[in-house]
T-cell receptor, first 115, second 112 residues
Framework: GAVVSQHPSWVICKSGTSVKIECRSL??????MFWYRQFPKQSLMLMAT?????????EQGVEKDKFLINHASLTLSTLTVTSAHPEDSSFYIC???????????FGDGTRLSIL | QKEVEQNSGPLSVPEGAIASLNCTYS??????FFWYRQYSGKSPELIMS????GDKEDGRFTAQLNKASQYVSLLIRDSQPSDSATYLC????????????FGTGTRLLVSP
């Protein structure tokens, strides 16, 4: 149980392209979904928290117009990296939480490379 | 003081030994604690959740929680080379929305 699917797993695209990443909870309803970014050999960095039907809450320093988050249903959240540039290249990971003090369950991550 | 602190390691243990991973946290009101395992280049995977003082066992893994000392630990018995990974301690923080605060992780190396 508690499976989170994230697609795509790998994206390579040109600078200026917008990239959408999907995160789905397959066997549970996720009250809250989270988006993280991780650079090589560094810790997970929380980018934003989203609740179904509400605007996402972004962490300090994360540009909300750059990283658009939509949480349309209790099983789907999307992250769109708009006009991506090489400095946006990173490992993006979503997680989903059923609610209360339940643990977060992570997707497999999306490796984004901007040329 | 960091909210969640872990020794970065690496912690090296021989195969078959017990690996002991430690974590301290600063927020006394925290109620939920988690251990995640992250292999290089992969996303974190939940190993254990613990909410009450004491020990919680699941197979080769035992999580220990002491809220008075603000201390969480993970014991891995009969360590295997496949246990070699970074272990992340995470504490649930309630600030409007709940979110996890992660330690920087302890790298575990199990040698054959």
């Amino acid at each position: 149980g508690a499976v989170v699917s994230q697609h795509p797993s790998w994206v390579i695209c040109k600078s200026g392209t917008s990239v959408k990443i999907e995160c789905r909870s397959l066997d549970f309803q996720a009250t809250t979904m989270f988006w993280y970014r991780q650079f090589p050999k560094q810790s997970l960095m929380l980018m934003a928290t989203s609740n179904e039907g509400s605007k996402a809450t972004y962490e300090q320093g994360v540009e909300k117009d750059k990283f658009l988050i939509n949480h349309a249903s209790l099983t789907l959240s999307t992250l769109t990296v708009t006009s991506a540039h090489p400095e946006d290249s990173s490992f993006y990971i979503c997680s989903a939480q059923p609610g209360g003090d339940q643990p977060q369950h992570f997707g497999d991550g999306t490796r984004l490379s901007i040329l | 003081q960091k909210e969640v602190e872990q020794n970065s390691g690496p912690l090296s243990v021989p195969e078959g030994a017990i690996a002991s991973l430690n974590c301290t946290y600063s927020d006394r009101v925290s109620q939920s604690f988690f251990w995640y395992r992250q292999y290089s280049g992969k996303s974190p995977e939940l190993i254990m959740s613990i909410y009450s003082n004491g020990d919680k066992e699941d197979g080769r893994f035992t999580a220990q929680l002491n809220k008075a000392s603000q201390y969480v630990s993970l014991l891995i018995r009969d360590s295997q080379p496949s246990d070699s990974a970074t272990y992340l301690c995470a504490v649930n923080k309630i600030t409007g929305f709940q979110k996890l605060v992660f330690g920087t992780g302890t790298r575990l190396l199990v040698s054959p």
